[in-house]
């Protein structure tokens, strides 16, 4: 069973640009978190998403940003018009169900130039 | 490839005692950091603690504390009278030159 898998491993976009980044959970794990350490500083949640529902975005940004998790294929953390500020490792994780154990992906670096 | 083993998915502790939470990790780095986060139901993930492997000496931060086996690679989380706002998931984390692993987390529950 393939952990939880992100990419690319490392994006660099300039500003302005759109970043799109990939989470493929677990098999058999429905529900996704999306999480962004900025240097210098810890973990912060972004959102949760369960199959083509947005369960909690409350840590994450009004503007740019957004999420998705559709029915088929990964999950999709979208931020448009990048900023130097979004430059950062963003981390997704799986689980099986609300409130269980959470199976962290190696982290997608963002940098944005 | 550095992994990061927590093995208890779930603990339960009584209020006021005190519960340690085992951490486990693989590498061959001999210089890193690790990390124990804990995540409440808001979801907002707080850095409990952090050790530098270089430092012997344990990271201690009121009532959490831990206890850092280099040699054993292993890295546990004591949480000396428990308080009912400890019940959370604490995750174990390990970070070497930018690249950062988790442990799946344990869920501790605290009884009153």
């Known amino acids: 069973n393939a952990g939880v898998m992100q990419n690319p491993r490392h994006l660099v976009r300039r500003r302005g640009q759109e970043a799109r980044l990939r989470c493929s959970p677990m098999?058999?794990?429905?529900?996704v978190y999306w999480y962004r350490q900025l240097p210098e500083e810890g973990l912060k949640f972004m959102v949760y998403?369960?199959?083509?529902?947005?369960?909690?975005e409350s840590g994450m940004p009004k503007e740019r940003f957004s999420a998705e998790f559709p029915k088929e294929g990964p999950s999709i953390l979208r931020i448009q018009q990048v900023v130097r500020g979004d430059s950062a490792a963003y981390f997704c994780?799986?689980?099986?169900?609300?409130?269980?154990?959470?199976?962290f992906g190696p982290g997608t670096r963002l940098t944005v130039t | 490839a550095q992994t990061v083993t927590q093995s208890q998915p779930e603990m339960s502790v009584q209020e006021a005692e005190t519960v340690t939470l085992s951490c486990t990790y693989d590498?061959?780095?001999?210089?890193?950091?690790l990390f124990w986060y804990k995540q409440p139901p808001s979801r907002q993930m707080i850095l409990v603690i952090r050790?530098?492997?270089?430092?012997?000496q344990n990271a201690t931060e009121n009532r959490f504390s831990v206890n850092f086996q280099k040699a054993a690679k292993s890295f546990s989380l004591k949480i000396s009278d428990s308080q009912l706002g400890d019940a959370a998931m604490y995750f174990c984390?390990?970070?070497?030159?930018?690249?950062?692993?988790f442990g799946a987390g344990t869920r501790l529950t605290v009884k009153p």
């Open positions: 994780a799986s689980s099986p169900q609300m409130g269980t154990e959470q199976y």
């Open positions: 098999k058999g794990h429905s529900h």
């Open positions: 998403l369960q199959k083509e529902n947005i369960i909690d």
């Open positions: 590498t061959s780095e001999s210089d890193y950091y």
């Open positions: 050790q530098e492997a270089y430092k012997q």
């Open positions: 984390a390990y970070e070497n030159n930018n690249d950062m692993r």
